[in-house]
C-alpha cells in the first residue's frame, strides 16, 4: 500500500528552526511537495522536490532523499504566522498526489 | 492572475436540497481537481479533469455531480446530501494533469448538511 509519515504535533519557540520528516512508501515516485495550510483555509504550495538535496527559498527549505523514503521541511527564524500545519504529498506514478495527515506546528512566544 | 476563485465560501443544506459549488481559474491550467477535507484531515481527492474531460472519479457517491463546461470552469453539484458530506471541498488547478504538480488551490467552499 502507500503510505506517508509525518508527526502529528511539532511545538517550537519563535525565532528558532523546527525541522519536520516526512517518511514515504508510493508506489512509483515523481516529486515531493510541501504544502503549508492554515486553520479554515486551502493550501499553499511551499515547495516540490524531485531530485536529491536541498531546495532553499528564503525561511524555507526542503531535502529529500529517494533512496530512503524521506524528505524534511525546515522553517528558520520562526515567526508566530508561521503556526499552521504541514503537509507532506508525493506524486505516484500515476501523477496522483498521496496526502500525509499533516504535521500540526504550534508556536510559542 | 495566479488565483482559483470558489464559491460560494459557506453553505448551508438540507439533505433534501440541490446546491452546486463553483470554481474559476483564469491560469490557463488544464486540469482541475475538487478535493474534499475533513477538519484535522488531508485533502482527499474527489474528481480530475483533464483538457476539460473527466479523468478521475475517486469512487465518489452519485449524489456528488461534477461538471467541466470550459476550461476555466469546475463546478460540483450536490443533490441529497448526507449529514456526513459535511466538509471542506477545494477546488484546485494545475498546468497539466500531474506533470508538473504544483496545485493552485481555491479558498474552498465549507459545506455544512444539516
Known amino acids: 500500500g502507500q503510505n506517508i509519515d509525518q508527526p502529528t504535533e511539532m511545538t517550537a519557540t519563535e525565532g528558532a528552526i523546527v525541522q519536520i520528516n516526512c517518511t514515504y512508501q508510493?508506489?512509483?515516485?515523481?516529486?515531493l511537495f510541501w504544502y503549508q495550510q492554515h486553520a479554515g483555509e486551502a493550501p499553499t504550495f511551499l515547495s516540490y522536490?524531485?531530485l536529491d538535496g536541498l531546495e532553499e527559498k528564503g525561511r524555507f527549505s526542503s531535502f529529500l532523499s529517494r533512496s530512503k523514503g524521506y524528505s524534511y521541511l525546515l522553517l528558520k527564524e520562526l515567526q508566530m504566522k508561521d503556526s499552521a500545519s504541514y503537509l507532506c504529498?508525493?506524486?505516484?506514478?500515476?501523477?496522483?498526489?498521496?496526502w500525509g495527515a499533516g504535521t500540526k506546528l504550534i508556536i510559542k512566544p | 492572475d495566479t488565483e482559483v476563485t470558489q464559491t460560494p465560501k459557506h453553505l448551508v443544506m438540507g439533505m433534501t436540497n440541490k446546491k452546486s459549488l463553483k470554481c474559476e481559474q483564469h491560469?490557463?491550467?488544464?486540469?482541475m481537481y475538487w478535493y474534499k477535507q475533513k477538519a484535522k484531515k488531508p485533502p482527499e481527492l474527489m474528481f480530475v479533469?483533464?483538457?476539460?474531460?473527466?479523468?478521475i472519479n475517486e469512487s465518489v457517491p452519485s449524489r456528488f455531480s461534477p461538471e467541466c463546461p470550459n476550461s476555466s470552469l469546475l463546478n460540483l453539484h450536490l443533490h441529497a446530501l448526507q449529514p456526513e458530506d459535511s466538509a471542506l471541498y477545494l477546488c484546485?488547478?494545475?498546468?497539466?494533469?500531474?506533470?508538473?504538480?504544483?496545485?493552485?488551490f481555491g479558498e474552498g467552499s465549507r459545506l455544512t448538511v444539516l
Open positions: 522536490n524531485v
Open positions: 484546485a488547478s494545475s498546468q497539466e494533469d500531474g506533470s508538473t504538480g504544483e496545485l493552485f
Open positions: 508510493t508506489s512509483g515516485f515523481n516529486g
Open positions: 504529498a508525493v506524486m505516484d506514478s500515476n501523477y496522483q498526489l498521496i
Open positions: 479533469y483533464s483538457y476539460e474531460k473527466l479523468s
Open positions: 491560469m490557463g491550467h488544464r486540469a
